[in-house]
């Protein structure tokens, strides 16, 4: 959560704890297993277990946010890369092949001699 403004990350926190609590108010009875599972634990916790949950959920969503901001720039980064990967093989390829035809050259001018 470094990544992102303090402001950011406070509201992601609150967030979370509100739309827990109101979850866990308002479930009906024909929620599927897992929800029923994970709300049971959650009313089931000290409001200090609450607090360090939703903190770690909330690094998370962090991350996540921090890292689709840097997406836009590891694409352009990744096309440089890819860019300048293709011309490094065009240049050992033409070498390769400017190497192989002076092998060639140099074959057929040792049989002429012999």
Do not use: C
């Not at 029923?36 to 000290?46: D, E, F, I, K, P």
């Not at 694409?75 to 890369?81: E, F, L, R």
């Not at 070498?95 to 035809?101: D, V």
């Amino acid at each position: 959560m470094d990544a992102l403004p303090k402001k950011l990350a406070s509201y992601i926190h609150d967030t979370g704890l509100r739309a827990l609590d109101h979850l866990a108010a308002s479930t009906p009875e024909d929620a599927p297993e897992v929800l029923q599972t994970l709300l049971g634990h959650w009313r089931s916790m000290s409001p200090e277990e609450k607090d360090d949950f939703v903190t770690r959920v909330a690094l998370s969503v962090g991350e996540v946010i921090a890292a689709s901001a840097l997406l836009p720039m590891g694409v352009k980064v990744g096309k440089k890369a890819v860019k300048s990967a293709k011309k490094v093989l065009r240049k050992s390829a033409k070498t390769i092949k400017k190497n192989a035809k002076a092998a060639k050259k140099s074959a057929r001018t040792k049989k002429k001699a012999a």
